[in-house]
């Protein structure tokens, strides 16, 4: 997307939240505002995915509370809406799990970013808003870091490899590439495993890098990456479908901590009912992409999936039992018959 587009749609959204406010009404001024931001932009499914969470919490509390949605990084990068929630300026956030790793306590959550771990999104979801360990690795980092994960839910599209190269065929393909990652360690051995450069960098800086040249390429979905039209500066798509990754609510505990169980109740169920706006329109933009690829002259391959997981197989042994328990990647896997 071009900084033109960009600005206009930053701009319609402050305007629109800013004539929102501007409202008079009792029932406002006796209700608690909350604010949900993400890094994601205006339309896309995790924007339509937090004004469901938006209606539902509206609903289900009569107007107790209200919340206002911020898309585009507007309120900041991942990194600074964690620290915002830590300190209680931003109540909720919504992106990829992979943030958990950034936090004091979230180390341990680097397993979800083990190649090949889910076998597909419905799997992950299951897990994670279900199994005894993980839930109990949610409540130490709230502890610890102060931002609590209270919904994983809303499917991410497979990660894939995107360059300015050339397809990506097969594991070899891989080596030297200089390839953006986020900043999540288990990433980046299964990268360093395959021989590329890793260049750990935010979201909102990969358009212009790889515009510039400055790498040759990423590691993402098409949820995070068609929006923002990475394929305009990147025309070579490789479906490796190296990690089935979800998405996660984040909360303030500051904000947590103070409200009672029927209110939480309330956002749990907003949670899950605007992770499946995600999980349905990511499912749909997945079917469009190769379409919107094709029609804007890129390359859409399938490489040798089975070479890769072989390529990466047992990457994850180095830190099994350091950053993670011992033994969970085994048990995850023997959880979905694997």
């Known amino acids: 997307m071009n900084g033109i587009d960009r600005r206009t749609l930053m701009g319609g959204a402050l305007l629109g939240g800013a ?24 339309n896309s499914p ?19 509370y209200t919340v206002a949605v911020y898309t585009d990084g507007q309120l900041g990068d991942i990194a600074q809406l964690l620290s915002a929630m830590q300190l209680g300026t931003v109540d909720f956030s919504y992106f990829g799990l992979s943030s958990i790793s950034f936090v004091r306590g979230g180390e341990a959550f680097n397993v979800l970013y083990v190649p090949y771990l889910f076998k597909n999104g419905e799997w992950g979801e299951k897990i994670l808003n279900t199994d005894p360990e993980l839930l109990g690795m949610f409540d130490k980092m709230a502890t610890t870091a102060g931002v609590r994960v209270f919904g994983a839910w809303g499917q991410r599209s497979p990660r894939a490899i995107q360059s300015t190269r050339g397809p990506i065929m097969k594991p070899e393909d891989v080596k030297g590439l200089r390839l953006r990652i986020p900043a999540i360690p288990m990433l980046r051995a299964t990268f360093d495993r ?3 450069q890793s260049t750990p ?4 800086e990969i358009y212009s890098a790889l515009s510039r040249g400055a790498v040759d390429g990423q590691d993402n979905g098409f949820d995070l990456s068609i929006p923002p039209r990475f394929h305009e500066a990147a025309k070579f798509w490789s479906a490796t479908d190296h990690v089935n990754e979800l998405v996660g ?10 409200l009672n169980e029927t209110d939480r109740q309330i956002f749990r169920k ?26 804007a002259g890129c390359t859409y391959v399938v490489p040798d999936r089975d070479a890769f997981r072989k ?18 990647v085994a048990r995850l896997r023997t959880l979905q018959g694997a």
């Open 194 to 196: 395959l021989g590329a």
């Open 270 to 295: 907003a949670s899950k009912a605007a992770g499946e706006v995600t999980t349905q329109l990511t499912k749909e933009l997945d079917t469009e992409a190769i379409d919107i690829l094709k029609k």
């Open 19 to 42: 004539g929102a406010a501007g409202m008079p009404s009792i029932a406002r001024a006796q209700s608690k505002q909350l604010k949900i931001a993400t890094i994601a932009l205006v």
């Open 311 to 328: 390529a990466v197989a047992g990457v994850e042994d180095e830190l099994d039992g350091k950053m993670w328990p011992k033994g969970m």
């Open 249 to 258: 609510f984040f909360a303030s505990e500051r904000l947590w901590k103070g």
């Open 46 to 64: 995790w924007h339509k995915a937090l004004n469901r969470f938006k209606e539902v919490v509206e609903a289900e509390s009569a107007g107790r």
């Open 201 to 204: 960098m935010g979201m909102l």
